[in-house]
Nanobody, 126 residues
Framework: QVQLVESGGGLVQAGGSLRLSCAAS????????MGWFRQAPGKEREFVAA????????SYADSVKGRFTISRDNAKNTVYLQMKSLKPEDTAVYYC???????????????????WGQGTQVTVSS
């Protein structure tokens, strides 16, 4: 079983930055693709960014491209989401997700992920 714990959320002014972290338990972390998703009130969960098992391949939603950066440290079993130039429309609960061990390629569909964290709130004020 894999457990994911997000941290780093908070309240920030528009234009500011935050870095989210997702700590994963389990020895299969390094063979799994990871993703970040977000869900705003009254909206469906949407893809934000994903990274393959090695970190050499990434994918981003158009809405965050150029502002957000996903990365991972397999030695620390942690994936990060660096968020810059934040906008009020980035306000949401952000979730970390992991695919099963051996599923190492990037996917953007939430149903393709097998493990989820509890979420961390990001609020951007105007």
């Amino acid at each position: 079983q894999v457990q994911l714990v997000e941290s780093g959320g908070g309240l920030v002014q528009a234009g500011g930055s935050l870095r989210l972290s997702c700590a994963a338990s389990g020895r299969t972390f390094s063979s799994s693709a990871m993703g970040w998703f977000r869900q705003a009130p009254g909206k469906e969960r949407e893809f934000v960014a994903a990274i393959n098992y090695s970190g050499r391949s990434t994918s981003y939603a158009d809405s965050v491209k150029g502002r957000f950066t996903i990365s991972r440290d397999n030695a620390k079993n942690t994936v990060y989401l660096q968020m810059k130039s934040l906008k009020p429309e980035d306000t949401a609960v952000y979730y970390c997700a992991a695919r099963r061990a051996g599923l190492s390629t990037i996917v953007v569909v939430p149903t393709s992920y097998d493990y989820w964290g509890q979420g961390t709130q990001v609020t951007v004020s105007s």
